[in-house]
């Protein structure tokens, strides 16, 4: 299982970016997918997460209205679009899955990607 995310930089409060994770290794389409951040001194904490169809979400309560998770199966990619933009959305943002083998759960996650947002 492999996850890369893309997307991160440095943006000013307001503005938008659109991360994007790129996953192989395992059948994209048949498993829910999320997002995590982890900013400095923090536990990590989900952000989003979309099941392996699209069809339901879950949201942070922080990031309600603002971002929005979507995923395009026929290119094993998950995307988080982030709008509104606040310095407490500094983070550094991962990809994650669940994925089941011989009724075990494993957790992977990505090398992870960096927002920054500052005046």
């Known amino acids: 299982v492999q996850l890369v995310e893309s997307g991160g930089g440095l943006v000013q409060p307001g503005e938008s970016l659109r991360l994007s994770c790129a996953a192989s290794?395992?059948?994209?389409?048949?498993?829910?997918m999320s997002w995590y951040r982890q900013a400095p001194g923090k536990e990590r904490e989900l952000v989003a997460a979309?099941?392996?169809?699209?069809?339901?979400?879950k949201y942070a309560d922080s990031v309600k209205g603002r971002f929005t998770i979507s995923r395009d199966n026929a290119k094993n990619t998950v995307y988080l679009q982030m709008n509104s933009l606040k310095a407490d959305d500094t983070a550094v943002y991962y990809c994650?899955?669940?994925?089941?083998?011989?009724?075990?759960?494993?957790?992977?996650w990505g090398q992870g990607t960096q927002v920054t947002v500052s005046s």
């Open positions: 979309l099941t392996s169809a699209g069809s339901s979400t």
């Open positions: 994650n899955v669940v994925v089941a083998v011989l009724s075990k759960l494993y957790k992977y």
């Open positions: 290794g395992f059948t994209f389409s048949s498993y829910d």
